[in-house]
T-cell receptor
């Protein structure tokens, strides 16, 4: 089964609004990463947060990590139509940092 | 840099045929990963290499699947014989080194087995 489960599965918002996606995982981790996948394309790395970090920012992205709840959230502020894509969390379990396990993904639709 | 290159981008074949997918990682990257993506199972790691050596192939579905990395700039994923349930998008990704976490994905090969 998937290590990461994203919630919601699909999200539709208007341009300018904020989008929040959540990820839950099962085992202890070394780090958690978020990737974006545009339709018909490969995945693109967005941001990485380590197990000893609680929050990280990169441009319009904000990621939080709660290791006690085994969950993470990705916030995209002031969304744009170009943000329309699927977003995946990926976890690197402790001791197996090479093996990323991807979640089920959240499909984000940003409309004008 | 051209990024990770995969070929072919699309492949349609008939059940029982051999399929070979190809990947050229980013120059200088020492780790290479093969993933499969389907609607039902999501993105699954099949196998990964460090310095051309297969490290973990526990995700390879069965003996019909094999992967090789004869040198640092080329890898193949072979399915023989192919079956309709192998239909999926196959991604190759590379990483700079074992201590680097970010993976760089290719555009994928969309495989349809009839």
């Amino acid at each position: 089964s998937q290590q990461g489960e994203e919630d919601p599965q699909a999200l539709s918002i208007q341009e300018g609004e904020n989008a929040t996606m959540n990820c839950s995982y099962k085992t202890s981790i070394n780090n958690l990463q978020w990737y974006r996948q545009n339709s018909g394309r490969g995945l693109v790395h967005l941001i990485l947060i380590r197990s000893n970090e609680r929050e990280k920012h990169s441009g319009r992205l904000r990621v939080t990590l709660d290791t006690s709840k085994k969950s993470s959230s990705l916030l995209i502020t002031a969304s744009r139509a170009a943000d329309t894509a699927s977003y995946f969390c990926a976890t690197a379990p402790t001791g197996t940092a090479s093996k990323l396990t991807f979640g089920t993904g959240t499909r984000l639709q940003v409309t004008l | 840099d051209a990024g990770v290159i995969q070929s072919p981008r699309h492949e349609v074949t008939e059940m029982g045929q051999e399929v070979t997918l190809r990947c050229k990682p980013i120059s200088g990257h020492n780790s290479l990963f093969w993933y499969r993506q389907t609607m039902m199972r999501g993105l699954e790691l099949l196998i990964y290499f460090n310095n051309n050596v297969p490290i973990d192939d526990s995700g390879m579905p069965e003996d019909r699947f094999s992967a090789k990395m004869p040198n640092a700039s080329f890898s193949t994923l072979k399915i023989q014989p192919s079956e309709p349930r192998d239909s999926a998008v196959y991604f190759c990704a590379s990483r700079l080194g074992q201590n680097q976490e970010t993976q760089y994905f290719g555009p994928g090969t969309r495989l349809l087995v009839l």
